[in-house]
């Protein structure tokens, strides 16, 4: 058996008590979840949530990605004008 109980504090006007408390209560056997589509729209939300946040991670991969190709292709074309100049340079030098 399962019991619940609440009270709710209402503001009375102009009477001598300010407040009163109303009281509810409810006793019952077992119970069954009357609003099952509540729950599936929880899951529901949660799933999208989830699809959301993994193509927020991949777009975030993919764009790092990119990043690191665009630096690798920097860094190459650097190290490439590098070595080309010191080669001219090497070229004045000694040829």
């Given at each position: 058996m399962y019991t619940e109980a609440d009270g709710l504090w209402v503001h009375l006007q102009r009477e001598a008590q300010p407040f009163y408390e109303l009281k509810s209560g409810i006793a019952y056997e077992g119970y069954r979840r009357l609003f099952s589509k509540a729950k599936e729209t929880k899951e529901t939300k949660e799933a999208e949530e989830a699809e959301e946040a993994?193509?927020?991670?991949?777009?975030?991969?993919?764009?790092?990605?990119?990043?690191?190709?665009?630096?690798?292709?920097?860094?190459?074309?650097?190290?490439?004008?590098?070595?080309?100049?010191?080669?001219?340079?090497?070229?004045?030098?000694?040829?």
């Open positions: 993994k193509e927020a991670k991949e777009a975030e991969e993919e764009r790092y990605s990119l990043v690191n190709k665009l630096t690798n292709g920097y860094i190459a074309i650097l190290l490439t004008m590098t070595i080309r100049m010191k080669i001219l340079a090497f070229e004045r030098e000694f040829l």
